[in-house]
């Protein structure tokens, strides 16, 4: 069983010491973020993160565009990507037992209205590819829900979204900030459907205006 957390982290302001905590609590073996900033990465490393996640993917471009894998086993090349405007990492995790895992950090931009900005957005969704001879784990902020069709057609790739699986594919991950309750569900764990999902839960982080999603995943036989 594999053990998955992402957070967008708006900002690189998310309270590094309670992500940090939370990933101590729910014993993950993967930790993806977005919207990583190099000040966040110094405060998650002085929370202890490196310690858990000694092993890391990071593209970080400055702003909300960076992104990265952390994980408390190797990481090698992951998966060829298009470079989109947001930094979305690959990694390729080996596992003690010699199976092999393909990550993807994703984190499309937001559809905004104006200056085509929803064309955009659909664009860099579709380049995500198919899922491949790997077990394969795509997750982040995808700036999208189970309305929009272009995240569908994701799932028709081959892949399963963790929430639906285990029936909490309406737990809302965003709201605006200011607010007290999320509103939409943004944040999504995919896996191929070699595997399957044993837990779902969605979890507050002060600070930012997104939850972190957990997932349990089940690796298929080697």
């Given at each position: 069983?594999?053990?998955?957390?992402?957070?967008?982290?708006?900002?690189?302001?998310?309270?590094?010491?309670?992500?940090?905590?939370?990933?101590?609590?729910?014993?993950?073996?993967?930790?993806?973020?977005?919207e990583l900033t190099e000040d966040a990465v110094t405060r998650l490393k002085q929370a202890g993160l490196d310690d858990?996640?000694?092993?890391?993917?990071?593209?970080?471009?400055?702003?909300?565009?960076?992104?990265?894998?952390?994980?408390?086993?190797?990481?090698?090349?992951?998966?060829?990507?298009?470079?989109?405007?947001?930094?979305?990492?690959?990694?390729?995790?080996?596992?003690?037992?010699?199976?092999?895992?393909?990550?993807?950090?994703?984190?499309?931009?937001?559809?905004?209205?104006?200056?085509?900005g929803a064309t955009q957005w659909r664009e860099e969704l579709r380049v995500l590819p198919a899922p491949g001879d790997?077990?394969?784990?795509?997750?982040?902020?995808?700036?999208?829900?189970?309305?929009?069709?272009?995240?569908?057609?994701?799932?028709?790739?081959?892949?399963?979204?963790?929430?639906?699986?285990?029936?909490?594919?309406?737990?809302?991950?965003?709201?605006?900030?200011?607010?007290?309750?999320?509103?939409?569900?943004?944040?999504?764990?995919?896996?191929?459907?070699n595997c399957a999902v044993l837990g779902y839960s969605v979890h507050n982080i002060p600070g930012t205006d997104h939850?972190?999603?957990?997932?349990?995943?089940?690796?298929?036989?080697?």
């Open positions: 069983m594999l053990r998955v957390l992402t957070h967008n982290m708006y900002f690189g302001r998310a309270d590094a010491e309670i992500l940090v905590t939370r990933v101590r609590q729910l014993d993950a073996d993967v930790v993806f973020l977005q858990l996640m000694p092993h890391t993917q990071l593209d970080l471009r400055g702003g909300s565009r960076g992104s990265g894998i952390y994980a408390r086993f190797p990481l090698g090349e992951g998966p060829a990507v298009p470079v989109i405007h947001m930094a979305q990492p690959t990694a390729l995790l080996e596992l003690p037992n010699g199976q092999r895992v393909e990550l993807i950090c994703v984190h499309p931009v937001t559809p905004r209205p104006l200056r085509d790997l077990p394969r784990i795509v997750a982040g902020d995808f700036n999208a829900t189970l309305d929009h069709a272009v995240f569908r057609d994701i799932l028709r790739l081959g892949y399963a979204d963790a929430g639906l699986q285990t029936g909490g594919a309406l737990t809302p991950t965003w709201g605006p900030p200011g607010r007290t309750n999320a509103l939409f569900t943004l944040d999504h764990v995919l896996v191929d459907r939850r972190a999603v957990y997932a349990e995943i089940q690796l298929p036989e080697r």
